[in-house]
């Protein structure tokens, strides 16, 4: 059973992509999905893949360019809307073509950089555009997420090497202040610092020689840990 957001979101594609009738069997494969008619629902997506594959690479880059907006701004719209065997035989193939050819538009490097996990596209995104917040942001996400899996544990015990995750602040620090949105970069500072207070923490505490990290968080006033207040969430 999936979230009702994840529904909603299926609802969505499956109206703004039924009218174009190269499209329609992807629509009918949301609309079979949000109804929890699975099976019917795939038999729909793989004539559309099969379809597709067939498609010259302008064909497949209006569908990819029409339904990745709605990945990055419905919530969920990327979960039953882009599913393992649409990701694998149309859309990755399509946009590495497409970014291939592309020196001006910097929208491919970035879904792909997003969605397949490739820093350096997202970085070619940033060279292309450098006011796109969202790749800029999904890098950050990134290697913030990197600092929080370090301390996630304490007190009990560190992941990973503290001073390597100061420098790497710092890094997380000057692509914070190239967001062109200022509530943005004003969250992502504040959950930054949350997680570096942890970490220096950590580290006076393992320079001064003291046993338990905890007592002496206690003794000091020093935060030495999460416990059930704190949830990371990260852009996918």
């Given amino acids: 059973m999936i979230a009702n957001s994840q529904n909603e979101a299926l609802l969505i594609l499956a109206n703004s992509t039924k009218e174009k009738v190269e499209w329609a069997e992807y629509a009918n494969y949301c609309s079979d999905r949000e ?33 990745f907006p709605y990945f990055e701004t419905v919530q969920d719209a990327d979960y039953g809307g882009f599913p393992q065997p649409l990701s694998e035989k149309v859309i990755k193939p399509t946009l590495e073509e497409w970014c ?18 490739s820093e350096d596209h ?36 560190y992941i990973g090497d503290p001073y390597e995750d100061i420098l790497l602040s710092n890094k997380i620090k000057e692509q914070i202040n190239l967001l062109n949105d200022g509530k943005v970069k004003l969250r992502l500072e504040k959950a930054l610092e949350e997680d570096l207070e942890l970490v220096r923490n950590y580290i006076e505490w393992k320079e001064l020689g003291h046993l338990d990290f905890d007592k002496w968080g206690e003794e000091n006033q020093k935060s030495t840990g999460y416990g059930l207040t704190r949830t990371y969430y990260y852009t996918k």
Wanted: no cysteine; hydrophobic share 40%.
């Fill in 35 to 67: 109804k929890g008619l699975r099976k019917t629902a795939f038999e729909h997506l793989n004539t559309f893949i099969k379809d597709a594959q067939k498609w010259v690479l302008t064909q497949r880059i209006e569908f990819v360019s029409y339904i």
């Fill in 100 to 117: 291939a050819l592309e020196n001006e538009d910097n929208r491919p490097f970035r879904w792909y950089g997003k969605y397949y996990k």
């Fill in 122 to 157: 997202l970085f070619k995104a940033l060279e292309l555009n450098p006011l796109d917040d969202m790749a800029r942001s999904t890098i950050i996400s990134w290697w913030s997420y990197q600092i929080y899996y370090s301390v996630h544990h304490l007190p009990d015990y």
